[in-house]
Every structure is written in structure tokens, then in C-alpha cells.
């Protein structure tokens, strides 16, 4: 078992690369699961400030990772091996549980889905599972609380189960899709996270949340109910795409599919009263619950196996094969049919266009993955 000290992450005014080889208290990196090169060849920075290198053509280092889909299966396949009822639409199995109607479904496609979304990001990050400087000994105690919202297959919260095995870590979901089988300090419970939380206050040492688009309606709400029920001195990290796309290097073709696809996403989320661009207001809510030393960094998560770095390229191919293999529809299924009453052939139309220009290697896009955290006082 590695050494825990996954938490630390760029420090104010000081950014600190996702791939730093220097180790500090709290910076020690965890296993993706997922060899991508972190140490062993060319890596850069993917803060919302840089470009991603491009990489060439001529470069015989990079022979292995071509652009044809043939092999997404056999990559699919070991990248799942290193790892790990509802409502029925268009063959897909939704949550059937929940103050609202969740737009991502639950079945086995979307299961795995999640968990190589979980090695992704993990990637994304450096190898950590998150980046707000919390110190180990905060976490490594016996009355040490954490707590997951919309777990998903619980994977980040056993990740976290076995790196702090004094820690109890309790995921909370609307779906009943997490495993049997997990740490003695890892419990799962069925919940609402938009209704009021069950637990006492100043209770938890640490609140996480990722990806919970089209999950929450009322961000200020729950950030608030986080702030009542974390210890003083306790943190709260949320973290998510924005899925609008964009280009360092001007590569989206004209009438672009994915664009097309984007704009009806935000559409559908904004009549749902989810809007996708939330994660731009976390640091100014959690300022007004009461939050201190709040910090919005910003990721660029590559789409396609276009960048020079081998980790971001893996991270390129995660992304690819996500959208390849049923991401779009996962994201847009429901909320096209029943929202904005589209068809759903006309649906997969403009996914097949959008899933079409993600496997050029010449559209060199990326999509931005905020991450913002915040303390309550002591």
C-alpha cells in the first residue's frame, strides 16, 4: 500500500505542477491505476493558463498510440482490469430515486464509464485524489469523517477508504450502484444530497463532490449544508467539467458537431435549472457561506490522443473512448427526449458528427475541468 498524502494541491500564488517531482507534506502522489509516463518521458503543466504541446507527426516515440478505433476494445479492456433498477429510455437505465429526475443513467455501460471518468481524473490531477491542502494527519485518526456526494460506483471513496484506513468514509448516492465488497471504513447510503443532510453538524473532517452535473439545482444550498456540517477547520472540494469545447490552436472545423452537441447540452441543463457553467460560481458561494482560503483552479483535459505529454495523451484516449463508446448519449439521452423533445434519431446524427471530429488528430480541442475548494474557519 502507498503512503497516504494524496490531498495537497497547488498552493496559493504558487501553482504547483500537477507532475512535480518535488515532495512536500501532503503532496505524495497515488496510483491512477493507469500507466501514462508520469515520470518516464515528456510531461507539462494542463493549468487553464497553458497550451498543450502538440505532438508531431515524425515522432517515432509516439507510434503506439494511433488514432485508429481498432484497438479501443484492447485498450478499453486493460485500463478496466487494472481497476475494477431503475427507469428505462432509449434502452438505457436511469435512477429512479431523487427529489428531481437525474439526467445520466445507471446501468453497466454508465458504471464503467465512471470509473475510467475516476482514473481520468485522477491522471488529470497529477495522481491525486484531490487537491486541497489537507494534512495527512487530518484525515489519519480514528474520529476522522469524509464525505463523498453522488459516489457513483464509490470508487473515489474506497480509493480514499484504503489510502486512510482510520478515517471513516461514508458515499452518498440516489442510485444503488456501488459494490458489496468494500473497506471496513467505507459505507454507502442511499441519499438525496438536495434534501437536508441526515447528520449532525460539525461532523466531517472533509466534504467531496465531483461531477455531479445535472445533480444539483440549488449549489448555494448545498454548499451551505456542507459548511454546517464540517468540523471547524474542515474542507469542502467540488469538482467538474465545464463541456463547452475550445482550442489552443483554432482546429474546430466550421458547423461543428461537438458545438452543436455542446449547445444543446447546455440547453437541456438550463431548463432543468442545472446549468453546466455552475462551477464558475463555486468560490463566490462558498465565499458567502463562510468559506476561507477558497481557490478555483482551473484543468485543461485534452479530447483525443493529440498532445505531446504521454499523460495527457492517455488521459486524451480515456476521454475518446468515453465519447466512442456512449459518453455523449449518456450526458444527453434523456434530457434531449424529454426536455427539449427532440427525436432520437436526430440525436445520434449530431453525436456521430461530434464523435467523428474527437477522432481527428488534427482538432486539437479541450474542455476545462474546474476544481474549487475552500475551508470553514476554525
Same mark, same amino acid.
Given at each position: ?13 504558487? $501553482? ?33 493558463? #497553458? ?37 428505462? /429510455? ?13 439526467? @445520466? ?12 471518468? #475516476? ?21 489519519? #485518526? ?7 456526494? =453522488? ?41 438525496? /444530497? ?15 463532490? !465531483? ?9 448555494? *444550498? ?11 477547520? =474542515? ?17 474546430i472545423p466550421p458547423n461543428s458537431g461537438y458545438v452543436e452537441a455542446s449547445r444543446l447540452y447546455f440547453e437541456m441543463a438550463e431548463k432543468m435549472g442545472a446549468p453546466l457553467d455552475a462551477p464558475r460560481s463555486w468560490g ?18 485534452? @479530447? ?22 456512449? =459518453? ?26 461530434? !464523435? *467523428? ?12 475541468? #474546474? ?5 470553514? $474557519?476554525?
Open positions: 500500500m502507498e503512503p497516504s498524502g494524496l490531498g495537497a494541491g497547488p498552493p496559493k500564488h504558487t $501553482p504547483l505542477s500537477p507532475y512535480s517531482k518535488t515532495i512536500v507534506e501532503g503532496t505524495l502522489p497515488v496510483d491512477s491505476g493507469v500507466d501514462a509516463g508520469l515520470s518516464a518521458s515528456f510531461d507539462q503543466e494542463n493549468y487553464g493558463d #497553458h497550451i498543450i504541446q502538440v505532438h508531431g507527426d515524425d515522432d517515432s516515440s509516439f507510434s503506439d498510440e494511433g488514432y485508429d478505433g481498432s484497438d479501443a476494445s484492447s485498450f478499453l479492456s486493460s485500463i478496466l482490469s487494472e481497476v475494477r433498477r431503475g427507469v428505462e /429510455v432509449e434502452g438505457r437505465i436511469y435512477p429512479s430515486y431523487g427529489k428531481h429526475e437525474y439526467g @445520466m443513467p445507471m446501468d453497466e455501460k454508465e458504471l464503467d464509464r465512471n470509473d475510467l471518468q #475516476h482514473h481520468k481524473y485522477t491522471l488529470l490531477l497529477g495522481d491525486k485524489l484531490y487537491i486541497a491542502p489537507i494534512l495527512d494527519s487530518q484525515l489519519n #485518526h480514528a474520529n476522522a469523517r469524509v464525505l463523498d456526494l =453522488g459516489t457513483g460506483t464509490g470508487i473515489w471513496a474506497i480509493d480514499m477508504a484504503d489510502r486512510f484506513p482510520s478515517a471513516q468514509i461514508i458515499g452518498v448516492d440516489i442510485a444503488p450502484t456501488q459494490p458489496s465488497f468494500v473497506p471496513p471504513n467505507c459505507i454507502f447510503e442511499i441519499d438525496d /444530497v438536495e434534501e437536508d443532510w441526515p447528520y449532525r453538524p460539525a461532523h466531517f473532517d472533509f466534504v467531496h463532490g !465531483r461531477d455531479l452535473m445535472t445533480a444539483v439545482r440549488d449549489w448555494p *444550498r448545498l454548499i451551505s449544508q456542507a459548511y454546517t456540517h464540517l468540523k471547524p477547520g =474542515g474542507w469542502i472540494q467540488l469538482a467538474s467539467t465545464i463541456p463547452e469545447v475550445n482550442s489552443d490552436d483554432n482546429t463566490e458561494q462558498m465565499r458567502n457561506s463562510g468559506f476561507t482560503n477558497v481557490q478555483d483552479v482551473v484543468y485543461k483535459l485534452p @479530447m483525443g490522443a493529440w498532445a505531446r505529454s504521454k499523460r495527457l495523451r492517455t488521459v486524451g484516449r480515456l476521454e475518446l473512448l468515453m465519447i466512442s463508446d456512449g =459518453g455523449f448519449e449518456a450526458y444527453m439521452l434523456r434530457g434531449y427526449i424529454q426536455i427539449l423533445k427532440g427525436r432520437p434519431e436526430d440525436l445520434q446524427i449530431i453525436l456521430a458528427l461530434a !464523435r *467523428r471530429e474527437v477522432k481527428d488528430p488534427n482538432m486539437h480541442t479541450n474542455v476545462q475541468f #474546474h476544481v474549487t475548494y475552500g475551508r470553514k $474557519p476554525e
